[in-house]
């Protein structure tokens, strides 16, 4: 959640900010009458608390003067009272002001490159180079199709569009690829957890998908229960109101779960195979730090989840993405885009967020600085999702005559 005290302090600076990641001027506009409501009616409460601190003081002192208190008495219950109602009108704008801030996205990190949509975000590195072929190179739903991995079909009959059947050494190349990230994942000191795939609406507060984005969740019939649209969300609250000690060393963590997401994009080529789907594998990588190490974590995740792209063979570049295409929880994100040669372009696999204390505020997650409590950061991003990575290797490891190779790193997991 956006820090509402430091919204208050900086207002104009935080709302320039909040502007580039395209939160709307009326918006800003309502929150900001509702914070100076909001101050107005808390410097009467404090006015009127000030005026029961004197009259109590004064009505000590005719006590010990043997002085008749009455019409005091009298003043003290009326303000008392006052002070009731006062109360209540202050709780009630700081709740406005809660449920607002809910809605607001956290504001981007001041060097992240101003821009509207992804056209604006910034290549930072590639690595490796993209295969030459002596061939048009097919996509990755033809190859699938004609190897007998990929199963589409049959994927719409069981569920409905956007789901997918995998057989054979489609399926096996799957899990060899969940085995090999996480291994991999651990290799690099995150500790690997088995979370629920469903999640309850405070978890999901916790990290930011609700309440802005019920719409894209699947909710499990009348109960407090989604499907998970990432294990970002189990992994973060782990810690949900706890004190997490003095954090000395970061909290690291990896999981496998599949995710499930109601809106997965907009139509066009990628209605078809394999790219956007309702329900799809991911593993993911989470961290916990105190702030001044959250920006050295960023760099070790995406450094982390490209050595898997590079052990794979798989060319992919580093991007950093501009305020527009930010998403609602991130301060700042890296992606990592994957060479598909059928498509001829570089696709999204991964992307590594710094949220900063945005999910901490939502979520409660504190560590020990002394004998205070102060706000971890949190980030978090894909390992890989892996049903892109199976894609991307059968782009990239397809033979003229249309059947697959298997990078020689997975011949083991297989």
């Known amino acids: 959640m956006v820090d509402l005290k430091a919204l208050e302090r900086n207002f104009e600076e935080i709302s320039a900010r909040l502007r580039t990641k395209g939160v709307e001027e009326e918006v800003l506009t309502q929150l900001k009458e509702l914070f100076e409501k909001y101050k107005r009616e808390k410097r009467v409460l404090e006015e009127l608390q000030?005026?029961?601190?004197?009259?109590?003081?004064?009505?000590?002192?005719?006590?010990?003067?043997?002085?008749?208190?009455?019409?005091?008495?009298?003043?003290?219950?009326?303000?008392?009272?006052?002070?009731?109602?006062?109360?209540?009108?202050?709780?009630?704008?700081?709740?406005?002001?809660?449920?607002?801030?809910?809605?607001?996205?956290?504001?981007?990190?001041?060097?992240?490159?101003?821009?509207?949509?992804?056209?604006?975000?910034?290549?930072?590195?590639?690595?490796?180079?993209?295969?030459?072929?002596?061939?048009?190179?097919?996509?990755?739903?033809?190859?699938?199709?004609?190897?007998?991995?990929?199963?589409?079909?049959?994927?719409?009959?069981?569920?409905?569009?956007?789901?997918?059947?995998?057989?054979?050494e489609g399926a096996r190349l799957e899990r060899a690829l969940i085995n090999f990230m996480l291994d991999h994942n651990r290799s690099w000191g995150?500790?690997?957890?088995?979370?629920?795939?469903?999640?309850?609406?405070?978890?999901?507060?916790?990290?930011?998908?609700?309440?802005?984005?019920?719409?894209?969740?699947?909710?499990?019939?009348?109960?407090?229960?989604?499907l998970i649209p990432t294990a970002e969300v189990p992994l973060t609250n782990l810690y949900r109101d706890e004190i997490v000690g003095d954090l000395q060393e970061p909290i690291k963590l990896t999981a496998y779960t599949p995710c499930f997401r109601r809106e997965a994009g907009s139509g066009g080529r990628d209605i078809r195979g394999m790219i956007r789907q309702h329900q799809f594998d991911k593993v993911e990588l989470v961290a916990i730090t105190r702030p001044e190490e959250s920006d050295k974590m960023l760099e070790e995740m995406v450094e982390c989840a490209s050595q898997l792209l590079t052990k794979l063979g798989l060319p992919h570049r580093h991007v950093m993405l501009c305020t527009g295409d930010l998403g609602f929880s991130a301060a700042k994100t890296i992606d990592i885009e994957v060479w598909l040669p059928g498509q001829g372009r570089y696709r999204e696999i991964s992307s590594i967020s710094n949220t900063r204390d945005f999910q901490a505020r939502r979520a409660k997650i504190r560590y020990k600085e002394g004998k205070k409590n102060r706000l971890v950061h949190t980030l978090n991003g894909s390992s890989l999702a892996v049903g892109r990575t199976l894609v991307a290797i059968m782009e990239n490891y397809q033979r003229a005559d249309g059947s697959l190779e298997i990078p020689k790193i997975l011949e083991s997991y297989m």
Not at 126 to 150: I, K, M, N, S
Not at 195 to 208: E, I, Q, Y
């Open 190 to 226: 995150f500790e690997e957890v088995w979370v629920p795939f469903l999640a309850n609406s405070a978890t999901l507060l916790g990290t930011g998908q609700l309440p802005k984005f019920e719409e894209d969740l699947f909710k499990v019939c009348d109960e407090d229960l989604y």
């Open 50 to 168: 000030a005026t029961q601190n004197r009259l109590s003081k004064l009505f000590g002192q005719y006590r010990r003067e043997g002085r008749d208190t009455a019409e005091l008495q009298k003043e003290l219950e009326g303000n008392k009272g006052a002070i009731g109602r006062q109360q209540q009108v202050v709780r009630q704008l700081e709740g406005q002001l809660r449920t607002m801030a809910l809605q607001i996205p956290n504001p981007p990190d001041p060097d992240v490159p101003v821009g509207r949509d992804e056209g604006d975000n910034v290549v930072l590195k590639r690595v490796l180079e993209p295969p030459q072929f002596d061939f048009t190179p097919r996509e990755h739903w033809e190859l699938g199709e004609r190897a007998g991995w990929l199963d589409l079909e049959r994927g719409v009959k069981l569920a409905k569009s956007r789901f997918s059947v995998l057989k054979g």
